[in-house]
């Protein structure tokens, strides 16, 4: 489990803020969220220190006393990781955003940043010690402990540091799924045709998981990957599913179904060309004399060595190779670096411009709910407290007019119109980044000797798992 500790703040709440949104700390802010303030350090306490001063009387910026420990203004709380767990910066903001939802609810205002420029990742999340609504936040012994445990309980279910089964536990089909399968409604049978249906148009396994997610299934992320359908009573992993549907053979048929095949072999074909032909033919061998994994292209049709996902996915690759006239994995690495550079520069670009959009548009709801507030004739107290605090925000961003503010909404439309080429280059780049490496994964394999025995040895261990399926099976 991560480690959460906290940190009390009781004064220059503006360096901890400016601190945990460093960009060098956050690859240039895309890591960073809040919630009833802005992400920026400056705007974020501006809004904290209207609703701490509405509610303490005190002064948000007071220096400490000469005695005494002086008022808690904030609590920072660091989430850390296992450098064991493999934590992406990407998961860990997701569980930062999670939890700290979970742990304090949507009245608060928090700020949140995942650092990855260590070699742990961690999460940091700043709270005003007062909420919106009033409600104070304390910072001790029991309410850590309760904090620690709510961290434990978001974590695992995603999937970090889940509980392991015991040991001779066994992986019989259970009476639930054996009553729904023999009515032919199985809940791993329909999970597996909403994934044939959703690969056809998602671009990535996460695109793929968060489509799912859409639909109402339930999708636990970690060492494995587990998704549970509505109404479903537990969860099953991808893996179980069948050869096809492991993260792997997912991302190859997600890379690969709109790649054309059966590329053509004339014109002084090169020995990376001829590598993969003759692999193409060997494999092609393999699954019509039965020694083959069946990995299905089409998992609606029967399964013939036109319909195996391995000999489209080979017969693809050997069509850009040819297409691009590759001579050798020299030439395939030279392409992969510069699309490294690419992806990268690409990548870079678009979050900066999608950050500040976010930022933009943060704004603009803003602004919006503030000059809606300024025409009622009448407010609550709860109204005027926005007013209090959209304010000063609005003000250090020179918004004072709703002339302003429709400036503001050109801006951000002009933003989204530079952001949507940008995204379109980095996904471009992105897909053909993961083909050539692809292409030069499978080419090494070749070279080693890996790629047929890897096919063998495969098929012989689906067969020794089946026979000793069918084994216990005739026991029972």
Known sequence: MPYVKSISLRTTVNRSLAYILNPDKTEDLLYTNAVNCLPNAKDAYLAMKVVYEQFSGEKYNAPLPKQGKGSVKAIHYIQSFDPKDNI?????????????????????????????????????????AYGVDGHKFNDNQTTLKQIREISDRVCLAFGIKPIEPKQGATQNINHFEW???????????????????????VKSVDELLAELELLGYTVRRGKYISVKAPDQQRAV??????????????????????????????NQPSEMSERFAATVYEVEQLALTGRKIQRKLDTSAPYTPQNDMDIYKLSAQLTIINRDNLRSIGEVEGKIEQLRYDVEKAQREFNILTLKLDNLNALADQASEYFALTDKATRTPTEELRLKMYKPVLESNNITSRSDFEYLKSVIADTEQKAAPLKESFEKCSRLYDIYSDIAKTYYEISQGDYISGHVEEQCKALEAEQQKDSKHNRL
């Open 237 to 266: 992993r991808l893996k179980t599913l069948g050869e096809d549907y492991t993260v792997e053979s997912l991302a190859s048929r997600i890379l690969w179904k709109d790649v054309g095949s059966g590329g053509s072999l004339l």
């Open 88 to 128: 992406s910066p990407e998961l860990a903001h997701k569980i930062a955003r999670t939890f700290a939802r979970k742990a304090f609810g949507d009245k608060c205002q928090i700020v949140i940043a995942t650092h990855n420029d260590r070699k742990h990742i961690h999460n940091h999340i700043i709270i005003n």
């Open 179 to 201: 009553e729904h399968k023999q009515r032919g409604i199985s809940w791993k049978q329909k999970i597996r045709l909403e994934i044939d249906r959703l690969i056809l148009k």
